[in-house]
Each structure stands twice: as C-alpha cells, then as structure tokens.
C-alpha cells in the first residue's frame, strides 16, 4: 500500500483568462488580458494568491524528497517564469526535490511564448502538459476556448523543439472527444495532427458536462446536443486505434504515451501513493484521506487561517493525523483508479491491507464475482490469478458500468458495518 509521508506534491493555480463551457475546476477567471506580469490585469491577484500557497507549502509538516511536482490549474501559464521558480524554491525549503525529479507544468496555447517557455525550464520545469483540447477552431469557439489551433500548433512546435534538444524530458498534449457534431472523419484528423506534432505523450478526455457550467444549463434548455453513448463509444475506439498504430501504448483509460513517457505524477495519484496538495481547490492525501481545500480564495484564505497553528521553529504546521500515518486511500478509491489503468489491480492483496481478514477477503472476492459476473462472463473484466483488470478495448470503454457496480457494492458494505455496529449513518 502507500509508503508514507508522499514524495509528490500537487499545486493548485487558479487563474484563467476566462471560464471554458464545461468547466467546474477551482477557477479564477482574469480576463483575456491577463499575463501574469506586473502591472498587468491581474498581476496583484496573482501575487497575493502565491503568497498563500508559500505559507501553506513552508507550514507543511516536513517530508522526504519530491519525486514529482505537478503546477496545474487553471492556466498555470498565467505565472512568470520567476513564479513558478519562487513556488519550486519554496517546496525545495519545504522537502527538496529529489536529483530526478518530475517537475510537470500545464501551459495553455496562446498564454506563453517561446521566450517564456524558456524561463519555465530555467526555473526547473522539465515535463510540460499543453491545453490543447482541438485544432479546429470550431470547436475550440464552441468550447469556450481562447486559443485557436494556430496557437496550439506553434506552441506544440516549440515544445516538441525544447524535447530534442533534451530542455524538456517530455510533454503532454490534451484532447477532447465526443464534442457535439464531431465525426469519426473529423476526429480521425484531429488525433492525425495530435500524433504529427510529436507530442510522447497524449491525454484524450471524453466532455463531460459537470453541473453548475454553461454547457449543463444549455444541455438544460435542450439547446446542447451531445453524442450518443454508441457514438461516443465509436470515437473512443478510433482513438485507440489510431494512436496504437502511431506506437502509443494505452497506460490508462485516457492516457496514452510512447514507452518511458507516461506520468509519473498521473501513476501517483491511480497507485493510492499519497501526496501533497496546495492551493485553493487542490485536493491533497498526505495521510490516506483525502483533504479538499475551499475552492475560493477568500475561503481558502480563511481556511489557512484557522487551521495552520503555530508549529516548530516559529512555522505553523497543520495537525498531522498521526492515526492514518500508514494507512492508504480508501478501498473504494483505489478500487476506481486502479481499474482505470491498463494493468488493474491485484484485488487481494488490496483487501488485505484494507484490513480485511482471510475470511472476509474469501467472503468479498466471491460476493464481488458475483456482483460482476455479467462482466466477468463477457471477458469485459478479467480475473487473472490475483489481478482483477478490465479487457482493452472493449472493458475499458464500459468502465462506469463495472465501476458503479463497485461502489454500489463498497457503500451496501459500509452499511452493513455500520448496522451491525449500531452506528449512525453518515451526513447526506
Ligand atoms: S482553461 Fe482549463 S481550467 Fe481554465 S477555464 Fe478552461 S478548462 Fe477550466
């Protein structure tokens, strides 16, 4: 299970020239002119935004080397190079960077220059994952996008430079699929422009429409139309496909990279390795549990305020929960990202160290055979000695099917214990 304290940190940055039609993250949106440099629109909001992460990350409770860093948002590209430097600087006090470290940057097209992605790599950066979502600029507008497939296709240029030239060990370029209209003609070009970049590694993720966006308010009023799930199933298939025969290899569901190019921070988060968040918004699992932070900033703000007390040395430091110090995520968890991933998971051995007894993990694997059994029997999910992992291709594209049945399953267990137990239900 997961080694404790966590060797990976993620940052959270909120700032975005605008809000995106589908999205729901922890957003600060700027404006089209923000750039991050002083005096610009934005720049104080930026500046005191960092000021709160730094006391976060220096009232950290200390921990080995970072193995990965990963500065995602928002638009990180709205940070200057000396930014970025000054919050790797600060997690250099905080823990250290292990020599080989994974220092992961998300840039959006059209928010950077070649000049400043120079100064990213400067600062440390070495990994780089670009917003691309689309070349074609109807889709980008339909999306909410700024950048147009121009933007995306210089800004791929110059990452794909800095890689051969080995001032980047990778980058990542982000697609959505399963936009409205799109056809397998279409996105058969739009993967063949992805793959012609020379982008290693590629992140391709169905749209989903989250609520609270403008897309669910116009899926509301009948005026989104989204692909069928057949559709959307045919397009999934065709990515697969496509990139398999340009020599990526399919890591996770929506993750695909040409050998030694995978994310090790991704790996982090699917393995129920803990790790560090910071920010407003950022979820972090230092001890097992997970922790979401307020997703404003004037909350975030308060939020530091009350539970940073006065630690070592004059630095505050939050309580560490000694009681799940060697714990790992919750069962469920690790049940739904390790499916997620090509090679599953070894079930057994999971429920062993969710403390299971020998009899009772006998007792779960044969309830969970036969909860499953539809899939099991249709070689959609695969029993293969202790590891239990969905069929690529065709497993993987019905994922949330096995995946419900799972949590279904883990919450009738929950309930269970707490009857047997005689304790109260958990708060809606
Ligand atoms: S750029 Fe990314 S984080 Fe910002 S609003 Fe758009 S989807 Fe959300």
């Given at each position: ?125 070495n990994r780089v994952s670009l917003g691309g979502q689309s070349f074609d600029d109807a889709v980008l507008v339909a999306l909410g996008r700024r950048h147009r497939g121009a933007d995306l296709a210089e800004a791929a240029g110059w990452l794909e430079r800095a890689r051969r030239r080995g ?210 029997t249709e070689g959609l999910l695969l029993e293969e000695g202790s590891r239990w992992r969905l069929a690529d291709p065709a497993g993987l594209a019905l994922s949330n099917g096995v995946l419900r049945e799972l949590l279904d399953w883990w919450d009738e267990r929950a309930a269970a214990d ?11």
């Amino acid at each position: 299970m997961a080694a404790f304290p966590p060797r990976s940190a993620y940052l959270h940055i909120p700032f975005c020239h605008r809000r995106c039609f589908y999205c729901d993250f922890a957003v600060v949106p700027l404006g089209d002119r923000a750039a991050g440099e002083a005096g610009a629109p934005g720049a104080a909001s930026i500046a005191a935004y960092l000021e709160l992460v730094e006391r976060e990350i220096a009232a950290s409770p200390a921990g080995p080397p970072l193995s990965t860093v990963y500065l995602g948002g928002g638009t990180p590209s709205l940070l200057t190079p000396a930014q970025v430097g000054r919050l790797l600087a600060a997690l250099r006090r905080r823990f250290g960077l292990a020599p080989a470290a994974e220092i992961s940057l998300e840039l959006d097209p059209a928010s950077f220059d070649e000049g400043r992605l120079a100064g990213y790599l400067a600062s440390g950066v070495n990994r780089v994952s670009l917003g691309g979502q689309s070349f074609d600029d109807a889709v980008l507008v339909a999306l909410g996008r700024r950048h147009r497939g121009a933007d995306l296709a210089e800004a791929a240029g110059w990452l794909e430079r800095a890689r051969r030239r080995g001032a980047l060990i990778s980058w990542s370029l982000d697609l959505i699929q399963a936009v409205p209209g799109q056809t397998l003609a279409g996105w058969r070009q739009q993967l063949r422009r992805a793959v012609a970049t020379g982008a290693p590694h590629l992140s391709v993720y169905d749209l989903t429409i989250e609520p609270g966006t403008a897309f669910a308010r116009r899926l509301e009023r009948g005026e989104l139309e989204l692909p069928e799930p057949e559709a959307a199933s045919d397009l999934m298939d065709l990515t697969r496909a496509e990139l398999t025969a340009a020599g990526f290899g399919r890591y996770e569901i929506s993750n695909y990279a040409f050998p030694g190019h995978a994310s090790r921070h991704n790996r982090v988060y699917w393995s129920g390795a803990g790790w560090w968040g910071f920010g407003m918004g950022a979820t972090a699992a230092p001890w097992g549990e997970r922790q979401a932070r307020p997703r404003t900033r004037a909350a975030y703000a308060a939020w530091l305020g009350d539970n940073l007390s006065e630690g070592r040395d004059g630095a505050s430091a939050p309580a560490t929960p000694a009681a799940h110090q060697t714990a790992g995520l919750p069962l469920d968890e690790l049940l739904l990202v390790g499916l997620r991933r090509r090679e599953g998971v070894r079930l057994p051995a999971l429920l062993t160290a969710a403390g299971f007894t020998p009899a009772e993990r006998q007792r779960a694997l044969a309830g969970l055979r036969r909860r499953l059994e539809p899939w099991l029997t249709e070689g959609l999910l695969l029993e293969e000695g202790s590891r239990w992992r969905l069929a690529d291709p065709a497993g993987l594209a019905l994922s949330n099917g096995v995946l419900r049945e799972l949590l279904d399953w883990w919450d009738e267990r929950a309930a269970a214990d707490r009857r047997s137990s005689g304790a109260a239900p958990p708060p809606p």
